[in-house]
């Protein structure tokens, strides 16, 4: 079973910045928040991870509270393009089950012009 | 990033054939390689994990027998649906993670569709 929460969909403005929430009150000390999302009909895409701190790539920003019981994805300008299904996963960094991604259901992000 | 392919990408079979979905690596050796399955409007369901050179690893509820894994060399798995059936009619996608790197990464391939008639 996925072990996050998420909204099941939001809309967000052409050029705007989308902030997507994940919910993972349960999360050990050992777990990392990764983030993929799936353009439809496509297999997913890595976009980010962390475990306390706030990160930032080419793609996305990930914001972790510090009782690391949510995070927040931030694609700081969406573009059309960006319209997919997000997935927030928590998963060990090692031992068992670190190589299992468990999908939740996801966040559908639309994106409008 | 990494590349993974799967072929073919598409596939429309009639009921009781068998199909085989090929998972390579392209540029990167993998040890380990995932299979999932995500019917329409659900999210991925993690059906298998397969090491190089030894047997798959099933999730409850998948039929070791009817999908059957191969995962023959660092760079290639494959998924049989042996018998396939309507029901499996399904999007299949492959992941594999790299022989070299961290704990963090694992790439997907684009996926496979399947039609059972």
């Known amino acids: 079973d996925a072990k996050t929460t998420q909204p099941p969909s939001m809309d967000c403005a052409e050029g705007r910045a989308a902030n997507l929430p994940c919910n993972h009150s349960?999360?050990?000390?050992?777990?990392?928040v990764y983030w993929y999302r799936q353009i439809h009909s496509q297999g997913p895409q890595y976009i980010i991870h962390?475990?306390?701190n706030n990160e930032t790539n080419e793609m996305a920003s990930l914001i972790i509270t510090e009782d690391r019981k949510s995070s927040t994805l931030i694609l700081p300008h969406a573009t059309l393009r960006d319209t997919a299904v997000y997935y927030c996963?928590?998963?060990?960094?090692?031992?068992?089950?670190?190589?299992?991604?468990?999908f939740g259901k996801g966040t559908k992000l639309s994106v409008i012009p | 990033g990494a590349v993974v392919s799967q072929h073919p990408s598409w596939v429309i079979c009639k009921s009781g054939t068998s199909v085989k979905i090929e998972c390579r690596s392209l540029?990167?050796?993998?040890?380990?390689m995932f299979w999932y399955r995500q019917f329409p409007k659900q999210s991925l369901m993690l059906m298998a994990t397969?090491?190089?050179?030894?047997?798959?690893?099933?999730e409850q509820g998948v039929e070791k027998d009817k999908f059957l894994i191969n995962h023959a060399s660092l760079t290639l798995s494959t998924l049989t649906v042996t018998s396939a059936h309507p029901e499996d009619s399904s999007f299949y996608i492959c992941?594999?993670?790299?022989?070299?790197?961290?704990?963090?990464?694992?790439?997907f391939g684009p996926g496979t569709r399947l039609t059972v008639l």
């Open positions: 962390g475990l306390k």
């Open positions: 540029d990167f050796q993998a040890t380990t």
């Open positions: 397969s090491n190089e050179g030894s047997k798959a690893t099933y």
């Open positions: 992941s594999a993670r790299p022989l070299a790197g961290g704990n963090h990464e694992q790439f």
């Open positions: 349960t999360i050990s000390g050992n777990e990392y």
């Open positions: 996963i928590v998963r060990p960094y090692s031992g068992a089950g670190s190589y299992q991604l468990t």
